[in-house]
């Protein structure tokens, strides 16, 4: 018998039969075609994420492919820490072909921005490093494991980015700020834990606006911008709050009281808090 479903523009459609429409699929080929669950299906049919399915029994309901195509889109914009209404809203702003397009820009912005990040400055093995500055072995091992002294593509040295950290950290230790006086490259781990949120919160703030709101051909320049002048930002908030707890503790002298020398990392969140 005639069976009523919505079409893609929101009008009536009658589809005649009980059998599978041509180019349809059931919502199990779906789920296998997208890794999606069948609760994921329905919950975004009720949220009008895709389409409807045509209807040919009580229980018996078929997918458009674009469907399929949606979810997969859906799927790499929420990767992309894009919220599902937010992706819904630029699926149906650009259609499948032009977010696939933002897709992709969105993509090529991201290889070219880590290319940007990688400085062009010398790159040395851990021999030059320990020769030409105070840090041994053990030193190099404790900023490896915490993810800040790494090897270049072919592995045989440090990249540049690396060297210039330990270039920076050697000229602490030359004015005075020394293992012997109680500061070791390991309590980096104080930055690279406070800046691994930082980033991953600026990911979540920045990605899903450049996804709405940017021309595809405009990626490049505003993330170069957001790169750039975000790295501005995160000196001069970090200043300001000096600023202010240093104001604090000198007025209520409160500077050293709390400090234990040997816990930095310890000394580092009671600060913030």
């Avoid at 009008?11 to 789920?31: D, F, H, M």
């Avoid at 053990?138 to 270049?152: K, N, P, V």
């Avoid at 270039?167 to 109680?182: D, M, R, T, Y």
């Amino acid at each position: 018998m005639p069976v009523r479903v919505v079409g893609s523009n929101g009008s009536k459609v009658v589809q005649n039969g009980t059998r599978r429409p041509n180019g349809y699929l059931s919502i199990a080929e779906v789920a296998k075609a997208t890794s999606a669950t069948k609760a994921t299906i329905h919950h975004y049919v009720a949220l009008s994420v895709i389409p409807p399915p045509v209807k040919t029994a009580h229980n018996m309901a078929y997918y458009s492919t674009s469907s399929v195509e949606i979810i997969k889109l859906v799927k790499i914009l929420k990767e992309r820490h894009v919220p599902l209404s937010l992706a819904k809203k630029i699926i149906q702003m650009h259609g499948i072909e032009g977010t696939r397009k933002l897709i992709a820009k969105n993509g090529e912005a991201g290889a070219l921005l880590l290319s940007a990040l990688k400085t062009d400055g010398p790159t040395k093995n851990r021999k030059e490093i320990i020769a030409s500055t105070d840090f041994d072995a053990e030193d190099l091992d404790d900023l490896e494991s915490l993810g800040l002294a790494c090897f270049d593509d072919d592995n045989n040295n440090y990249d540049s980015l690396s060297v210039e950290l330990l270039e920076v950290l050697s000229n602490l230790q030359k004015a005075g700020l020394s293992k012997e006086a109680g500061f070791k490259p390991g309590d980096l781990v104080i930055y690279r834990d406070a800046m691994e949120e930082v980033v991953n919160r600026e990911i979540s703030y920045f990605e899903p606006k450049l996804f709405f709101h940017s021309d595809p051909e405009k990626f490049e320049t505003m993330m170069r911008a957001a790169l750039e002048h975000a790295e501005q930002i995160c000196v001069l908030v970090r200043r300001r709050i000096l600023i202010r707890i240093l104001k604090d503790a000198l007025i209520d002298g409160t500077l050293e009281n709390d400090i234990e020398p040997q816990k930095p990392a310890e000394n580092f969140g009671r600060r913030l808090n």
